[in-house]
């Protein structure tokens, strides 16, 4: 027998309809053991997400305003949900006591509080979807995150995985109920809840798959396949189904958020594929992420981007020449308690990328005084609002001519290049462009490699 992990996405469980779906998809195979999810998402466009609900809960506290009408929207998804599931109202009630308790709690550490609210969702998830499949007949328990030991770092609303959560949620194998498992969040040494970066919920279901070797981490949201560019963006993008690790790695840190970049790793390590499937057309093939891909005609899989970084570009004579140059820069990046993100270079002139909302003016004041003083730059500027564009493929190494084809495609269509870097591990070429030229660029880039001739 095989063992499959699955996890559902906001989509997957936005409304009492597709919370059937989800049960319906989870009873269709007996392997898949260990279900989990998230919290309920957008019905349609204008909705809003559960998690940005009870974000705004919290913030509402925080600011000493009134939650009351926060709360009763909350509420009434919930009681959409209950309803349509024809669960008894018990289940209401339990929820609607949790979330009074959590809104009154300790609100000392503003990022702490609005963890221990924003993971509710995929909580109550969790909660009503074993209540349905139980109600239903069936042998599914809901499982807390505490209790199986699910430890991470204690960073509020950016945690990782500490490697004893491996060990200790191995035994949920041998369980003998099939498991709910809420998304997004654990508990760091301290006992205090910490949640994942938003969308983790991906990294959740990863973790599991790897610590209990699951044959397949099934990822099921609202789309057939991964597309080589986002659909919001293209129109009817190629679909790819299959790619590398590393591909869908790049690409999901680029820009594609179907899946979260840092679920990869723990799959990876562990050597368990990876199947983008979609709960509302679950018939369909899906995408395959794994060690190699069969589709090696193409040298290019996707195409991506995102927007808001900003360049802080320096400029010096003989900067080659300049023993420790670039550690000294990027250690005044790091005091500053900066990541970055790549550090372009020329023998002259280095970048450091940098997302745009984390340079503060605070923060930019002191970085450039400090470059200023310590390095004493001929030139220095910070470049704002540039968009990175990333088009990734195992496949590039060997075909000649790539670079040409995707500068050629950008010059038809009058964007202008600010950077260019071919990743170290020359499976990706990232291009620097004006934020209003994203998705022309992205388009531009698609066609070149994917429009059929
Ligand atoms: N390259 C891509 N291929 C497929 N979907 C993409 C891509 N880039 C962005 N997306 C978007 O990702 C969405 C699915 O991710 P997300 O909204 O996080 O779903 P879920 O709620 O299942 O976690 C799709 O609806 C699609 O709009
Ligand atoms: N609900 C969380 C976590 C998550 O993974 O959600 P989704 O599966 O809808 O991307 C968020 O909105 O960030």
């Known amino acids: 027998m095989a063992l499959k992990v699955c996890k559902f996405g906001g989509t997957s469980l936005a409304s009492a309809?597709?919370?059937?779906?989800?049960?319906?998809?989870?009873?269709?195979?007996?392997?898949?053991?260990?279900?989990?999810?998230?919290?309920?998402?957008?019905?349609?466009?204008?909705?809003?997400?559960?998690?940005d609900m009870l974000i705004a809960y919290a913030e509402a506290f925080l600011a000493g305003q009134g939650a009351e009408e926060v709360q009763a929207s909350i509420l009434e998804r919930f009681a959409g949900i209950i309803e349509g599931l024809e669960l008894p109202k018990d289940e209401y009630d339990t929820i609607a006591r949790i979330l009074t308790a959590r809104g009154a709690g300790d609100r000392s550490h503003r990022a702490r509080y609005i963890d221990s609210i924003k993971a509710l969702g995929e909580e109550f998830s969790a909660r009503l979807l074993a209540a349905f499949l139980r109600k239903e007949g069936h042998d599914f328990i809901y499982v807390d995150p505490k209790e199986a030991g699910l430890v991470l770092s204690d960073e509020p609303g950016n945690a990782q995985v500490l490697p004893e959560s491996y060990d200790n949620l191995r035994p949920l194998r041998d369980s003998e109920h099939r498991i709910i498992f809420p998304g997004f969040y654990g508990y760091a040494a301290s006992g205090n809840l910490v949640a994942f970066p938003r969308g983790g919920s991906d990294i959740t279901g990863a973790i599991l798959a790897a610590a209990v070797q699951a044959d397949v981490y099934e990822n099921f949201t609202d789309v057939d396949n991964v597309f080589a560019a986002d659909p919001r963006i293209v129109d009817v993008p190629a679909a790819i189904h299959e790619m590398t690790y590393s591909e869908m790695r790049e690409l999901s840190y680029a820009g594609f958020s179907v899946l979260h970049d840092e679920a990869l790793q723990p799959a990876f390590n562990a050597k368990i594929p990876v199947h983008i499937r979609n709960t509302n057309n679950p018939e369909s093939r899906g995408t395959l992420i794994s060690l190699e891909r069969n589709n090696d005609e193409l040298p290019v899989v996707g195409v991506a981007g995102s927007s808001d970084f900003c360049a802080i570009f320096l400029s010096k004579y003989l900067m080659n020449r300049e023993k420790g140059f670039g550690r000294r820069l990027l250690q005044i990046i790091e005091e500053a308690g900066l990541s970055y993100e790549h550090t372009p270079s020329g023998i002259d002139h280095i970048s450091v990328i940098i997302k745009q909302s984390t340079l503060t003016p605070e923060i930019e004041t002191l970085v450039l005084e400090r470059i200023r003083s310590e390095l004493q730059p001929d030139k220095l500027i910070v470049r704002r609002g540039i968009a990175l564009i990333m088009i990734v493929g195992d496949g590039m190494t060997k075909q000649i001519g790539i670079a040409k084809r995707a500068t050629g495609a950008l010059a038809d269509s009058q964007v202008n290049l600010e950077m260019i870097n071919q990743g170290a591990s020359e499976n990706s070429i990232m291009f620097g462009i004006q934020n209003d030229d994203m998705n022309k660029a992205i388009v531009a880039l698609h066609g070149a490699f994917f429009n059929k001739k």
């Open 17 to 51: 309809e597709q919370f059937r779906k989800v049960a319906q998809i989870a009873l269709a195979d007996s392997d898949r053991k260990i279900v989990v999810v998230s919290a309920p998402g957008k019905r349609n466009k204008p909705d809003t997400k559960v998690t």
